[in-house]
């Protein structure tokens, strides 16, 4: 069943392009003023590109395009941008956020006491605060889990606690011993009364799983909804994914990180050599915002309608979970045109003043990012980035490599993980902040997909980051201005392909 709908979905894909390219190249020989209307249709699109608020690198990428191929070019923007239909989601997230926000913020919250012993990072909590809606929390303790295997073992732990309800947010879900020995749990606690809730992109499980999924999974009593259902039409409504991973359970405890519920994320099967990755666990008053970063996304679907009293974990009870620093969920959302998680990582590395030391397994940034790590790197900050050296995505390896010259003449240390994949989202900055979560430094995370993370303040969490990090780098390798440039090949292709960057 997934073989066949992979067939016919790319096969109707490949059928509205090719549909496409004979009614221009056609058109244009059998009237050749058609050919003239639509290369000056691609020109009045460079404008518009221009003037649009958007990335300089997207518009220089498609620009770029547009005059590489004046016939085609502006058509194809206009396919691409006009069928789909981000003002109906965008109207769906404001009315989500109106309804979740007066729940976020509870008595006693963080910021004043974060006022009043930390105000070096007061203006990034601000910022969280006040202009993206996602308050700063004390009476939290963090956990910060280095592993894929780390993050199952205190999942299957703490759902087994769980009393009320189970909400779970992923992008990926493959069938094998991990998704395998967590549905069984899942169903017995449904059919124990709790409210379990499974949401996951539908172009993540693409591959994976079967249509029928979330219909098998609701026969189990296990209430499910899918993402921005894949459908076979040209759309850039496509791009924007659901990466985040939360799992919450009685809003009391919440996981995210970069692990999904596939087999290669615990390393039960090899996919691209060892698979490192990262996880945090909140407990207390933080978790209880990740519980509602999640109910934003599941109330895009007009099925549901919440009590948001109901699942309140401290309406009885103040909660007392003693504080283990500072904690501050975040989400972001690529609708609103708010780049939170860009603005997360920039500020993190503006305030540095020892180090700033970075997991990611994409490498492909904007001119901002770019900048600030150069910078920082330049005024003595020491700043590292571990990256694979087995990747998933071969051009993308190419592209991210592309900025390794750049990095380095400006002292940043570039690292390759070479027992395999680096999938960790991670910064760590002066031993006293830390951020971990699900966005890649690349144009998708950072612009195209729903993401989510968690800052962390002076607190035990932040030196557990520093030192996964560091016990890291014996297992990497240096690279060096002579592995950026060893021939021609090397040096020109990365180049070319960096163009097309934000299209990756």
């Known amino acids: 069943m997934v073989f066949r709908r992979r067939i016919f979905v790319i096969t109707v894909l490949l059928v509205q392009i090719g549909f496409w390219v004979l009614l221009i190249a056609g058109s244009s020989l059998a009237f050749r003023y058609l050919g003239w209307g639509l290369t ?13 608020k958007e990335k300089s690198a997207y518009k220089l990428t498609w620009i770029f395009l547009i005059l590489m191929i004046p016939i085609f070019g502006g058509v194809l923007y206009i396919i691409f941008y006009s ?10 997230l404001e009315r989500s956020g109106r309804e979740t926000r007066p729940w976020f913020s509870l008595p006693g ?84 009364g709790l409210d379990v809730r499974l949401l996951y992109d539908d172009l993540g499980c693409f591959m994976s799983l079967p249509p029928d999924f979330n219909r098998r999974l609701e026969n189990w009593g296990i209430r499910c909804t899918v993402f921005n259902a894949f459908r076979p039409i040209l759309s850039s409504l496509q791009n924007n994914r659901d990466h985040r991973k939360i799992v919450s359970i009685d809003g009391k405890v919440a996981f995210t990180g970069g692990v999904n519920l596939a087999d290669e994320y615990i390393n039960a099967i090899e996919r691209f050599g060892h698979w490192k990755d990262a996880a945090i666990m909140l407990r207390g008053e933080a978790a209880w915002s990740l519980t509602l970063i999640f109910l934003q996304m599941w109330n895009l679907d007009p099925r549901w309608k919440e009590d948001y009293r109901a699942l309140y974990p401290w309406k009885d009870a103040p909660c007392a979970v003693e504080s283990g620093g500072f904690a501050q969920p975040y989400a972001d959302s690529p609708i609103d045109e708010e780049n939170v998680g860009e603005h997360v990582y ?30 920082a790197a330049k005024s003595g900050i020491d700043v590292r980035i571990v990256t694979p050296h087995r990747w998933d995505k071969k051009i993308v390896a190419i592209t991210s490599r592309s900025y390794y010259r750049e990095l380095i003449n400006a002292g940043v ?24 979560g699900t966005a890649n430094l690349d144009f998708r995370s950072l612009y195209l997909h729903f993401e989510c993370g968690v800052l962390v303040y002076d607190s035990p969490t932040v030196l557990a980051v520093k030192k996964d990090f560091l ?20 040096r020109v292709v990365p180049d070319v392909l960096r163009i097309f960057a934000p299209l990756m």
């Open 40 to 52: 000056v249709l691609s020109l009045a699109v460079c404008v518009h590109v221009l003037n649009k």
């Open 83 to 92: 069928q789909s239909n981000p003002r109906k989601l965008k109207r769906l």
């Open 109 to 192: 919250g963080g910021l004043s006491a974060l006022e009043a012993g930390n105000r070096d990072f007061l203006a990034q909590a601000r910022y969280l605060e006040h202009y993206a809606g996602f308050p700063v929390y004390a009476r939290t303790q963090t956990e910060y889990l280095p592993s894929g295997e780390a993050f199952f073992m205190r999942l299957l732990e703490e759902l087994e606690k769980a009393e009320h309800y189970i909400f779970l947010e992923f992008f990926i879900l493959r069938e094998g011993k991990m998704l395998g020995t967590i549905l069984p749990i899942l169903g017995r606690k449904a059919r124990a």
């Open 346 to 375: 920039i500020q993190i590395i503006n305030k540095a003043r020892e180090y700033v030391y970075i997991n990611t397994p994409y490498l492909v940034v904007d001119d901002n990012l770019l900048s600030a790590l150069t910078l």
């Open 413 to 436: 240390r570039v690292y390759e993980y070479s027992s395999g994949f680096n999938h960790s989202k991670t910064f760590v900055s002066d031993d006293r902040i830390a951020s971990v």
């Open 471 to 490: 016990a890291t780098l014996p297992a990497c390798h240096e690279i060096t201005p002579a592995d950026c440039a060893r021939n021609v090949f090397q």
